[in-house]
């Protein structure tokens, strides 16, 4: 578990671009067993590809006329039990930090896994959802 005043801002990052937090096994099992439509998932982390790359290329990606009717987030290494219960929903991929998932119907269409967002610059990620949300959305 990393220090609160550490990650608050990085959580913020994405809540105040309105993000919803799920910081419970609970908050993530209501949103994703009935949910409808599209939703997009964005596993924050402490990394420095989550700050310069993840969470700036998922905010860009949501400047389109299509974009996922609701927006979570969830932060490993400070959430773990909701991490964790995420997780169960981007089964078969395996635990990756950061990452992105896009849902359409409860089903994961569309995964971001670490290596895909490590070492791109935030547009291409923007870009690459921003596909998906054409295809899914």
Same mark, same amino acid.
């Given at each position: @578990?990393? *220090?609160?005043?550490?990650?608050? *801002? @990085? ?10 937090? +799920? ?5 993530? %099992? ?6 409808? &439509?599209?939703? #997009? #998932? ?10 310069? @790359?993840?969470? $700036? &290329? ?8 299509? /974009? $996922?009717?609701? #927006? !979570?987030?969830?932060? =490993?290494?400070?959430? =773990?039990?909701?991490? =964790?219960? =995420?997780?169960?929903?981007? #089964?078969? !991929? *395996? *635990?990756?930090? $950061?990452?992105?998932? +896009?849902?359409?119907?409860?089903? +994961?269409?569309?995964?971001?896994? /670490?290596?895909?967002? %490590? &070492? /791109? $610059? ?10 998906? !949300? %054409?295809? !899914?959305?």
């Amino acid at each position: @578990m990393y *220090p609160i005043a550490l990650t608050t *801002p @990085m959580a913020q990052d994405l809540t105040e671009y309105g993000f919803e937090s +799920l910081e419970t096994p609970a908050d993530v %099992e209501q949103v994703f067993e009935n949910q409808q &439509g599209t939703a #997009l #998932l964005v596993v924050n982390s402490v990394c420095g590809c989550a700050a310069a @790359m993840a969470r $700036p &290329g998922a905010k860009h990606s949501l400047k389109n006329a299509k /974009r $996922p009717d609701h #927006l !979570y987030t969830v932060f =490993a290494g400070v959430d =773990a039990e909701a991490t =964790a219960k =995420a997780r169960e929903y981007l #089964l078969p !991929y *395996p *635990p990756s930090s $950061p990452s992105i998932a +896009l849902f359409k119907d409860g089903k +994961l269409v569309h995964f971001l896994e /670490r290596r895909h967002i %490590e &070492g /791109r $610059p935030a547009e291409a990620i923007a870009e690459n959802l921003r596909a998906a !949300y %054409e295809q !899914y959305c």
